[in-house]
């Protein structure tokens, strides 16, 4: 499969490509761009690309990544409807997972790590993975503690909802961000990606968190909102009982 650069796109202005199996794609605003193998390349090896611009906020980190750019097997890189099927994003997401992982709305792509285990969760039951929880109510499934990473990568948009997730749109995050919050263990990490930089510590009984990451990554010329990954730690002890 090869793509050979054409013009610009008359919605966004970024590049066009002709891909011999899909036509015609936009680099920008092409949503449905899947991986051939379903996403799961070796990420662990560095992608060759750089940020724009990495910045120390004063007790975390914030990254910027330019648009744009190739996956290792010469595919348009993009942000679309399966998150980690972004090359540069799960490389970064996989870089700070560890021990046992929930994946909490894994969807199609499989992350990898080789320091425990990732126990994958999705709504859709045509997904594969462990379990098909709402993660609302995932609570009630786990014992408080359970994980040492927590990935949540809810639905962006009402799109998204609909398509994946029978109409979960981002406005339930809260409830969920709060829920799964409370499996993560002392010196545990959570992982949110989406539109926003909101934290576990946002919620009102959830205290002791602190930031130690912000990606954000370009999507492209036209009004198009970047995605954010944030990284948030549990301490190893909190005061007050915390979340």
Known sequence: MTQDSTDECVDCGAELVEDDEHGTLCLGCSPDWLLPDGGTT???????AEPKRRTDCGGYTLTVWPPGGKEKDGTPRHVGRWTFQNGLIRYQVEHVIHDDVLNACAGRTKLR????????????????????HDVETIDEHFPRRSFDTVVFDPPWSQKQADEH?????????????????????????????????????????????????????????????PAYMVVDRYPQMTLGGGA
Do not use: C
Not at 116 to 132: F, S, V
């Open 42 to 48: 070796d990420s662990q090896e560095q992608l060759h």
């Open 113 to 132: 790590h080789n320091s425990g285990t990732i126990h994958r969760n999705d709504l859709n039951d045509e997904i594969d993975a462990d379990t098909h």
């Open 165 to 225: 997730y029978d109409g979960m749109h981002a406005r339930q995050s809260g409830p969920a961000r709060e829920k799964l919050a409370r499996l993560v263990r002392p010196g545990g990490t959570f992982v949110e990606m989406g539109f926003n930089m909101y934290a576990p510590e946002d919620i009102n009984d959830l205290q002791g968190w602190t930031r130690d990451e912000v990606h954000i990554f370009r999507r492209g010329p036209g009004g198009r909102p």
